[in-house]
């Protein structure tokens, strides 16, 4: 074979492995969330299984669904650490899914122009300076943690150790909270008030730049 046609071979190789790891779970995650949304019996559950599914949704790459309000509720009825425990499991999967996504997301030639940019060079390394110690102040802050996501994948941070570090951030992050709840006793309402005031704040970015976007054409029809 023309040795200058075996990088292109080796890459669209790799371009269709990386596509299958991240089609199977993906898939896996569309299931459940269909599954989620089809059976209003679940979603009213206190099942931990209902915990666990609702991890994907409230985890997913840039997720707008919050996952605070679902672990102040499900501390009514379960033990802090069983919580925890649970939506560590969950959210490990979850970030095993997203860094298969992000990863192939990142290999879009458009991305890769982006990824080289001086940029994001620099803040990659940064990043790699303590990137272990980086995610796990990411993981336990109440920072959002998917920029620090990204950066694990295009950084080529090894996956066993950033789902280490998801672990290890998050369980106690998680039963931070759960003790929170449990000790406050939020009302349901205040709950449901609390996630629709962060899902709001989750949105908030996208929808100035798309009113930014739709002022602009009418400024500049004005000059």
Request: a positive charge.
């Given at each position: 074979?023309?040795?200058?046609?075996?990088?292109?071979?080796?890459?669209?190789r790799?371009?269709?492995?990386?596509i299958?790891?991240?089609?199977?779970?993906?898939?896996?995650l569309?299931?459940?969330?269909?599954?989620?949304?089809?059976?209003?019996?679940?979603?009213?559950?206190?099942?931990?299984?209902?915990?666990?599914l609702?991890?994907?949704?409230?985890?997913?790459?840039?997720?707008?669904v919050?996952?605070?309000?679902?672990?102040?509720?499900?501390?009514?009825?379960?033990?802090?650490?069983?919580?925890?425990?649970?939506?560590?499991?969950?959210?490990?999967?979850?970030?095993?899914v997203?860094?298969?996504?992000?990863?192939?997301?990142?290999d879009v030639?458009?991305?890769?122009?982006?990824?080289r940019?001086k940029?994001?060079?620099?803040?990659i390394?940064?990043?790699?300076?303590?990137?272990?110690?980086?995610?796990?102040?990411?993981?336990?802050?109440?920072?959002?943690?998917?920029?620090f996501?990204f950066?694990?994948v295009?950084?080529?941070?090894?996956?066993?150790?950033?789902?280490?570090a998801?672990?290890?951030?998050r369980?106690?992050?998680?039963?931070?909270?759960?003790?929170?709840?449990?000790?406050?006793?939020?009302?349901?309402?205040?709950i449901?008030?609390?996630?629709?005031?962060?899902?709001?704040a989750?949105?908030a970015?996208?929808?100035?730049?798309?009113w930014r976007?739709?002022?602009?054409?009418?400024?500049?029809?004005n000059?």
């Amino acid at each position: 074979m023309n040795e200058a046609v075996e990088p292109q071979v080796d890459r669209a190789r790799r371009r269709r492995t990386r596509i299958l790891l991240a089609a199977i779970p993906a898939a896996f995650l569309v299931g459940l969330v269909g599954l989620w949304i089809a059976a209003p019996d679940i979603r009213q559950s206190k099942s931990l299984w209902v915990l666990f599914l609702y991890c994907f949704p409230s985890e997913f790459v840039i997720a707008v669904v919050p996952h605070e309000p679902a672990l102040l509720y499900f501390a009514k009825f379960h033990d802090p650490w069983t919580i925890a425990g649970v939506s560590a499991m969950g959210t490990v999967l979850t970030e095993w899914v997203n860094y298969l996504v992000v990863a192939w997301i990142a290999d879009v030639s458009f991305f890769r122009k982006l990824i080289r940019g001086k940029a994001v060079t620099r803040l990659i390394g940064w990043f790699h300076r303590a990137p272990f110690a980086t995610l796990l102040v990411a993981g336990i802050t109440p920072v959002p943690f998917y920029p620090f996501r990204f950066l694990a994948v295009i950084g080529r941070y090894p996956l066993p150790k950033y789902l280490l570090a998801v672990l290890m951030s998050r369980t106690p992050r998680f039963w931070i909270i759960c003790v929170a709840g449990a000790a406050l006793g939020f009302s349901d309402a205040v709950i449901v008030a609390f996630a629709l005031v962060l899902a709001a704040a989750g949105l908030a970015p996208a929808a100035r730049a798309l009113w930014r976007k739709k002022l602009r054409p009418a400024a500049l029809k004005n000059d």
